[in-house]
């Protein structure tokens, strides 16, 4: 009985519990259920912006991406300005905005394990996000810039992007 009071048992708890709960939470975001889209994977985000001293951006986010289903549409995580296009896989496609998502149309279904990019264009200024726990984040201008605040949610305020953990890509960023 004394060794399950002993630290290492309690590790060793921990490490079982951590092995035996990892693939459900891939599978499901407790916290933010409507975060993102396991529809398909971001390899890379490559974010251009130019920012003015009013708060405005103009933007373009291009996204690569692999599709885990067929695809004749998906969605990115956007509060941010109004979106002036996008485009898949270098054509026009059609989207809609809906409570912080962007719908995007392509205008050729995406097949299963392909790999596909995505385009979209904005401009105006960025808002902050009100998490459900009552916490903001998101963009907030300053005296002399501005400052971008990213987790949880708030990156979706200024980069279009599948805001879930289980999707880790890399970023490249040119700012002017």
Same mark, same amino acid.
């Not at 409507?34 to 920012?51: F, K, Q």
């Not at 896989?89 to 394990?113: M, S, T, W, Y």
């Given at each position: ?16 519990? =951590?092995?035996?709960?990892? *693939? @459900?939470?891939? #599978?499901?975001?407790?916290? /933010? ?5 396991? $529809? ?6 490559d ?6 001293s ?21 969605s ?24 912080g998502? =962007?719908?995007?149309?392509? *205008? @050729?279904?995406i #097949?299963?394990?392909?790999? /596909? ?5 904005? $401009? ?15 963009w ?24 879930i ?12």
């Amino acid at each position: 009985m004394r060794y399950l009071r002993t630290p290492r048992f309690f590790l060793l708890v921990f490490c079982l519990a =951590l092995l035996g709960l990892a *693939p @459900e939470a891939a #599978a499901s975001e407790p916290f /933010f259920p409507h975060a993102g889209s396991r $529809a398909y994977d971001v390899g890379h985000y490559d974010v251009r912006l130019s920012y003015r001293s009013s708060g405005r951006v103009r933007a373009a986010t291009s996204i690569g991406a692999l599709a885990y289903r067929p695809l004749a549409r998906f969605s990115l995580d956007f509060f941010g300005p109004r979106v002036t296009g996008v485009e898949v896989n270098g054509k026009a496609a059609r989207f809609k905005r809906d409570a912080g998502k =962007l719908q995007v149309f392509p *205008p @050729e279904p995406i #097949a299963v394990n392909s790999h /596909f990019s995505a385009v979209v264009r904005y $401009a105006g200024t960025p808002p902050k996000i009100t998490d459900p726990d009552g916490s903001q984040e998101g963009w907030y201008p300053t005296d002399d810039g501005v400052l971008a605040v990213g987790e949880p949610q708030g990156t979706a305020a200024w980069i279009p992007c599948n805001n879930i953990p289980a999707d880790k890509a890399s970023v490249s960023f040119e700012i002017t």
